[in-house]
């Protein structure tokens, strides 16, 4: 099973500022089959990006994904008060399908 | 535009069977390329992958989960259902369905339903 360890757990940032999260995968992730998904309380997860740097439909792109192998960041430039949520990476390159513990990005 | 509404029994007592079903609306359950997933998360923690299913009935389950899970499709109703077997404090939950964007058991999840929660009961 690919354990993928997200950091940092919580991150504290003001608006406007730049956002950089990790997701650190336990083996090469095949093909960079590695998505991210953002949660807002109550909510289910939101797709932001898949095959490691393809946005989803709708996502502003203030948000940018990259990496490979077994390292991958998710970046959000210039924060907007509607995202500060928590964030998951999922890897589907081999079975299970797992996610990340996720990140918390509150506003400081 | 395609929905996913999740309904399950919000209660369940321990050792009991625990059904969840997830309508799809807005598309077909038998349209090719897609699979059709099931994801739980406990209270205050991450998300877990249960399984996924094809319109076939085919469907693949989590390893590192313990057996007792079933999904299955009813393509004549356009939903596709979860049933875990005695279920334990552990199964408790938020249940989402979504739908996977590929020929594959195994990809990022497109679409998803808003969630059910499911307490268990002692």
């Known amino acids: 099973e690919t354990v993928l360890t997200q950091s940092p757990g919580t991150l504290s940032l003001s608006p406007g500022e730049r956002a950089t999260l990790s997701c650190r995968a336990s083996?090469?992730?095949?093909?960079?089959?590695l998505a991210w998904y953002q949660q807002k309380p109550g909510q289910a997860p939101r797709l932001l990006f898949y095959?490691?740097?393809s946005r989803a439909t709708g996502i502003p792109d203030r948000f940018s994904g990259s990496g490979s192998g077994t390292d991958f960041t998710l970046t959000i430039t210039r924060l907007e008060p509607e995202d500060f949520a928590v964030y998951y990476c999922?890897?589907?390159?081999?079975?299970?399908?797992?996610f990340g513990q996720g990140t918390r990005l509150e506003i400081k | 535009q395609l929905q996913l509404q999740e309904s399950g029994p919000g209660l369940v007592q321990s050792s009991e069977t625990l059904s969840i079903t997830c309508t799809v609306s807005?598309?077909?359950?038998?349209?090719?390329?897609?699979?059709w997933g099931w994801i739980r998360q406990p209270p205050g923690k991450g998300l877990e992958w249960m399984g996924s299913?094809?319109?076939?009935?085919?469907?693949y389950y989590n390893p590192s989960l313990r057996s007792g899970i079933i999904i299955f499709v009813d393509t004549s109703k356009n939903l596709f259902s979860l049933k875990v077997s005695s279920v334990t404090a552990a199964d408790t939950a938020v249940y989402y369905c979504?739908?996977?964007?590929?020929?594959?058991?195994?990809?990022?999840?497109?679409?998803w339903g808003k969630g059910t929660t499911v307490t268990v009961s002692s």
């Open positions: 999922q890897q589907y390159g081999s079975s299970p399908i797992t």
């Open positions: 083996q090469s992730v095949s093909s960079s089959y």
């Open positions: 095959g490691a740097s």
């Open positions: 807005g598309g077909s359950i038998s349209s090719d390329g897609y699979f």
């Open positions: 299913v094809y319109y076939s009935g085919s469907a």
């Open positions: 979504a739908r996977l964007p590929a020929k594959s058991y195994f990809y990022y999840m497109d679409v």
